[in-house]
């Protein structure tokens, strides 16, 4: 099923959208105080925004393959790629809330209390959201060996395929990389980043590399779900899960915002705890 005239276009473009998406992520991100490509004031939106241009990478190479594998494959992972979408752009207004600002320089700095200790269930949903946006186990229905043979890349080999499989192993450490900036303090780490760039540049790598680990555990460890559970578990559960947990954030950040630091970390984690706590009550 050899493509031609546009389709042979749009067919060899997608690889280079694909690897493209993932490189432009990396124009924000501050590998040290003094070292960061460009500091956008709306770094977080960016992320957003430059992520999406793989669902439209894989939607091209899904149709342009002529193939109806290939076809399903694309549907499948860009239902799952808008659907996440959400709730990830909801859990990053909350290291937002935080710092009072989406530049991705200004998060860092403004974690002298890493922001998981303050909102460890927006650091959990957005991990399942990166995940889901990855196409990783559980959420790697595109590629559901036993249905669809190899998913949207079906038609693709040699170093086509490998600009997909390249992009999609960079995908997951540069989310790593994005979990350990608005959670886990960045290249922050007991000031240590304030010795070198270079020791700040090799705490980040390896708070991404530990992310990336985290997401690969996940992978090996967790079976496929059916694309039904899937949506149903992000729409119904994970998508107003994290609204509800923005507005009790904004809510509690307003009240305890002159509190002392231990009285506006034990506020923050026990909103996080009951938010939890009610969700699963209604799950059950």
Same mark, same amino acid.
């Given at each position: 099923?050899?493509?031609?005239? %546009? ?30 490509? &460009? ?6 939106? @960016? ?10 990478? +894989? ?5 342009? #393959?002529?193939?109806?594998? *290939? ?20 859990? $990053? ?7 009072? *600002? ?23 949903? @957005?991990?399942?959201? /990166? +995940? /889901?946006?990855?196409?990783? %186990?559980? @959420?790697?229905? /595109? ?5 669809? &043979? #190899? ?9 086509? @395929? ?45 708070? %991404?590399?530990?992310?990336?680990? &985290?997401?690969? =555990? ?13 949506? %149903?578990?992000? =729409? ?8 509800? $947990? ?7 950040? /307003?009240?305890?915002?002159?509190? *002392? *630091?231990?009285?506006? +970390? ?19």
């Amino acid at each position: 099923t050899t493509p031609d005239g %546009a389709d042979k276009v749009v067919y060899n473009l997608a690889p280079m959208l694909s690897m493209m998406s993932v490189l432009i992520l990396w124009a924000v991100v501050p590998l040290a105080p003094v070292m960061l490509g &460009v500091d956008l004031n709306a770094g977080a939106l @960016f992320i957003i925004a430059a992520g999406s241009i793989g669902t439209l990478s +894989i939607i091209m190479a899904g149709w342009s #393959s002529n193939n109806k594998f *290939s076809v399903i494959g694309a549907f499948r992972q860009v239902a799952v790629m808008v659907s996440f979408e959400i709730p990830m752009l909801a859990t $990053l207004l909350i290291p937002t809330i935080f710092a009072g *600002s989406m530049g991705m320089n200004a998060i860092i700095q403004s974690q002298d209390i890493w922001f998981v200790l303050l909102s460890p269930l927006a650091a959990l949903s @957005f991990l399942i959201a /990166a +995940i /889901a946006e990855l196409g990783r %186990a559980p @959420f790697d229905l /595109a590629e559901g060996e036993s249905e669809l &043979v #190899s998913g949207y890349n079906i038609e693709y080999s040699g170093m086509k @395929f490998g600009m997909f499989y390249a992009g999609e192993l960079l995908h997951a450490f540069t989310f790593g990389g994005f979990w350990a900036i608005f959670f886990f303090g960045g290249y922050r780490f007991f000031g240590l980043e304030k010795v070198s760039p270079f020791l700040a540049i090799a705490i980040i790598l390896f708070k %991404a590399l530990v992310g990336y680990w &985290v997401i690969m =555990w996940v992978k090996y460890t967790v079976m496929r779900i059916r694309i039904d559970q899937m949506l %149903a578990f992000n =729409w119904k559960f994970l998508t107003p899960v994290a609204f509800v $947990l923005v507005m009790v954030t904004a809510l509690m950040n /307003a009240l305890l915002r002159d509190a *002392s *630091s231990w009285l506006f +970390i034990t506020g923050m984690l026990l909103s996080n705890v009951i938010v939890a706590w009610i969700s699963l009550e209604f799950v059950r």
